[in-house]
């Protein structure tokens, strides 16, 4: 569950520095103005800092004058996300690169925020508007949530998580979309935080080549690049990557064995909690088509053979199981770059990738279009 509580409380995480080319006639001369007017402002200054990396760097503090009014000419590299942190009462998040930006805000009224000149600034205002949205959605539901964890209702709890994982997908859909629309503003890269690399990677990938072919030169670029090569190796159409581990009386075991089937490979723990309350649908669905071609590689990320054996005995998995018993740091898991479960690949019987994180209805829903 603290997987999902933590996709549950999402925040803007900026990663990267990213942008594509524009049509018109912008021009790069390293500076930018910023400016402004404020209304009903408490005393104090406004500090200006340059985000990056998830981290923050102060870059200056800007006086405003008696009549509300700033303004600040800022010199920088390349395009960048900057925060303006008004007098401690109002934040504001900026995308800058080669337009001067205009912010006007009164104080009485948090809804006043307006943002004039720089279309990547704009565009991050719509990216930032869309995640508050979703926010507000999921913390209604976060205290469903624990209303049914405190009342230890399991069908309530089950149904609240299909929810939220409708919800996610909902809401991702609706950030490409905004993306689309932004005519290659780099501000679309504050986006990617909702967006699930994993079942998204085509959308990323265009991404992230536009980035590199536009800015070769950024560190930043490099390094997700280099991710996405790195996960290219997992998007569905790719053959998934051999895995070797011992089964629960030390024989080694091949996912490939299991080729000529449709093949979940289900990455779990006897610890684990949710994936304990999906193993009842796995093993219906197993049943109902296992004769049909549909196989199970279990693979555990636990610490104790006499927990993953207990496990598997209590929840009655009658499939194919294999473990090093190394947690997070098993092989598996690092060559299919797992860091939560539970996590799930579907192979076809060729051994290709063909979907990810199926779980509940999803993986109920494609077992029967696949079967059905």
């Not at 959605?137 to 205290?143: E, F, G, K, T, W």
């Not at 670029?221 to 070797?244: N, T």
């Not at 192979?347 to 109920?364: F, H, M, N, T, Y």
Request: glycine share 6%; charged share 25%; net charge negative.
């Amino acid at each position: 569950m603290k997987h999902l509580l933590s996709k549950l409380f999402l925040t803007l995480v900026v990663l990267v520095v990213f942008a594509c080319g524009q049509s018109g006639q912008r021009t790069f001369d390293g500076t930018v103005e910023i400016s402004g007017q404020l209304k009903n402002a408490p005393e104090g200054v406004i500090v200006l800092s340059h985000i990056q990396d998830e981290s923050s760097e102060k870059v200056a503090e800007i006086e405003v004058g008696n009549n509300g009014k700033f303004e600040y000419k800022l010199t920088l590299e390349g395009p960048g996300f900057y925060m303006l942190d008004m007098m401690g009462s109002k934040e504001v998040r900026l995308a800058l690169y080669d337009q001067d930006v205009q912010v006007f805000h009164d104080f009485t009224d948090d809804t006043s925020l307006e943002i004039k000149g720089s279309d990547d600034s704009i565009h991050l205002q719509e990216i930032q508007g869309l995640m508050n949205e979703y926010q507000a959605v999921i913390n209604m539901l976060n205290n469903e949530y624990f209303e049914a964890m405190s009342a230890r209702d399991q069908d309530k709890i089950r149904e609240i998580q299909v929810r939220a994982m409708g919800l996610e997908e909902e809401y991702a859909d609706k950030m490409k979309a905004l993306v689309e629309d932004m005519n290659g503003s780099f501000a679309a890269l504050a986006a990617l935080s909702m967006v699930n690399p994993k079942k998204d990677f085509i959308f990323m990938d265009e991404l992230v080549a536009q980035l590199s072919n536009k800015y070769p030169d950024f560190k930043t670029v490099q390094s997700l690049k280099a991710r996405m090569d790195e996960m290219r190796a997992l998007s569905v159409g790719q053959v998934a990557p051999e895995i070797s581990l011992p089964d629960p009386d030390g024989n080694p075991v091949k996912l490939s064995d299991l080729r000529g089937n449709y093949v979940l490979i289900d990455f779990w723990a006897a610890w684990c909690r949710p994936c304990r309350e999906e193993n009842p649908n796995v093993v219906r669905l197993y049943n109902q088509y296992h004769d049909r071609g549909f196989e199970v590689f279990g693979v555990s990320l636990d610490r104790t053979h006499d927990a993953w054996v207990k496990a598997i005995a209590d929840d009655g998995l009658t499939w194919t199981h294999v473990s090093d018993l190394k947690y997070f740091n098993s092989e598996a898991a690092a060559l299919y770059q797992i860091n939560a479960i539970p996590a799930t690949y579907l192979l076809d019987p060729e051994g290709k990738i063909i979907a990810k994180d199926l779980r509940g209805p999803s993986l109920e829903n494609k077992l029967r279009e696949l079967f059905d």
